[in-house]
């Protein structure tokens, strides 16, 4: 309740049409307790109950009501000196009454007036339901817009049913059990005071209609926009977890692959040491020291490697990939790239084959280029082991396409899209080191040359990726 009640503020009048004791408080509790919050005067205005009652229930939500009362922020009034002071009973009287009190509530430093009382008083009183109905019509022409607001607390017990029916066509916005209502069937004042012609009745009709099915299409609305939500809340919720999973793995992965050059790097200077300490010789033969400083540097070229992959990850992650763009040929990149692996390709026994004969030229970046080359390179030699690796580089009048083509395991189709993400494997640990950064790398520098690349494969069949760059920079003229 208390959370509904917060979508009725200051100007608006409200009717709660309530049962029983226990609904009665449950609304008009947290009612005044949210005015007392707002820095607002709360004023209860007594019939049905005495004050000890109102006393107890806002005590029950937390409000320290003498303190209230002595601020007159809370202010406890017998309705029938209010409105039954004066005979004849003259509405208009009473509206002014209101704007005065109004005022002084401004003058003392309230942010709003917040009304609310039992409306039992009017029963059995010189005024009639016809006055009655009068004043909150007049009421509606004075609340919105002011600092003033009202809630009118009725006992269905209480009245008869008439009564309760021009309740109805005089708030516009009621409270039946524990609901806020926007009033559908609320009547503008004129209508209520009898002053509206045919024509004005007419328009307000179409205007409920029209309200209703309003209402109707921002429900449905609404329960679009939540279920999207909802499902994007889903989505992310997962994603999220997905995230946290990869990143464990991830750092697993990475603390693995980057001990693995430690080990024989450890070994091959431990080595060298041994020999210059204990060796007979004085001296260690040359090539004997040039080869563990070989091997040392092999695997430090390793290390450098994957740190690099990594570096370059964290400037993708955060947009820096710049680039250095010259024209260049696409040919004597791979040529070149091909060659630094002609050592590797033959421990991992397979045929190098290079189709690449005519000069391609295009305006790239050579370092990005050449990463390019050597990730699609090592991956067809690490996953094609034992096969040939076959590259072909190929001219368009508007593009290049450079392709790599392995004959080793292949990638299940479920994986295909996968394994450019970031940390993305498809394969055990087990059996294959990596950080899964290679392709991630590679299609975010290809993407950034302005091109794309995809992969076939079948399991078993080897892999195709095809790589195809534009040969001019995007907005270079000619
Ligand atoms: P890494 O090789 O370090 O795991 P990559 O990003 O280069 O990372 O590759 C991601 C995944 O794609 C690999 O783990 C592997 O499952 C799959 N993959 C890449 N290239 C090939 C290939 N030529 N043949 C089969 N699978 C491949």
Not at 52 to 67: F, I, K, M, N, P
Not at 166 to 175: F, G, K, M, Q, Y
Not at 364 to 377: F, P, S
Request: hydrophobic share 40%; proline share 4%.
């Amino acid at each position: 309740m208390a959370r509904q009640l917060t979508r009725v503020g200051l100007g608006k009048h409200v009717c709660f049409i309530h049962g029983s004791f226990e609904e009665q408080i449950s609304a008009f509790a947290p009612y005044v307790r949210m005015g007392l919050e707002r820095g607002e005067r709360c004023v209860y205005w007594l019939d049905e109950h005495g004050p000890e009652v109102v006393r107890a229930a806002l005590g029950a939500q937390g409000v320290d009501v003498a303190r209230a009362l002595a601020r007159r922020a809370l202010m406890l009034t017998n309705a029938r000196e209010v409105f039954l002071r004066r005979v004849p009973f003259v509405p208009e009287d009473l509206v002014a009454m209101l704007a005065q009190m109004e005022a002084e509530t401004l003058a003392a430093g309230f942010s709003g007036l917040r009304l609310t009382g039992e409306s039992t008083w009017m029963l059995g009183s010189h005024a009639s339901a016809e006055q009655y109905i009068h004043l909150e019509a007049l009421l509606n022409r004075f609340f919105p817009g002011s600092r003033t607001m009202c809630l009118c607390q009725f006992n269905r017990h209480r009245f008869p049913a008439e009564l309760i029916h021009d309740v109805l066509r005089t708030h516009p916005v009621a409270i039946i059990e524990d609901e806020v209502h926007d009033n559908l069937i609320y009547e503008w004042p004129e209508l209520v005071l009898g002053e509206a012609s045919a024509r004005r009745r007419v328009e307000w009709m179409v205007a409920q209609l029209k309200r209703e099915r309003e209402t109707d299409r921002k429900l449905v609305e609404l329960g679009m926009k939540l279920a999207e939500q909802v499902e994007e809340n889903a989505r992310l919720y997962e994603e999220s977890r997905a995230a946290v999973r990869m990143r464990d793995e991830f750092l697993s992965v990475a603390s693995h692959e980057l001990k693995t050059p430690l080990t024989p790097l450890r070994l091959k200077l431990q080595g060298l040491r041994r020999e210059v300490e204990t060796g007979e010789a004085e001296v260690v033969p040359r090539e004997r020291v040039v080869r563990a400083v070989q091997g040392a540097e092999q695997q430090l070229r390793k290390l450098t490697v994957l740190v690099d992959a990594l570096l370059d990850v964290s400037r993708l992650t955060q947009g820096r990939l710049a680039l250095t763009w010259e024209d260049l040929d696409l040919t004597e990149v791979v040529r070149e790239v091909a060659e630094r692996f002609a050592q590797q390709a033959a421990k991992a026994g397979c045929a190098l084959e290079v189709e690449a004969e005519r000069p391609v030229v295009g305006r790239w970046d050579r370092l990005r280029l050449e990463q390019v080359v050597t990730n699609l390179l090592s991956n067809a030699l690490k996953y094609g082991a034992g096969r040939p690796v076959h590259v072909t580089v190929e001219a368009e009048p508007e593009r290049a396409v450079l392709v790599v083509h392995d004959e080793g395991i292949g990638i299940e189709p479920e994986h295909l899209e996968r394994i450019f993400g970031k940390f993305e494997r498809a394969v055990s640990g087990r059996h294959y080191g990596g950080l899964g950064l290679g392709l991630y790398i590679t299609r975010q520098i290809v993407q950034a040359l302005g091109g794309d690349i995809e992969v076939r494969s079948e399991p078993g069949r080897g892999a195709t990726f095809r790589v195809v760059l534009p040969r001019r920079r995007e907005g270079d003229a000619g």
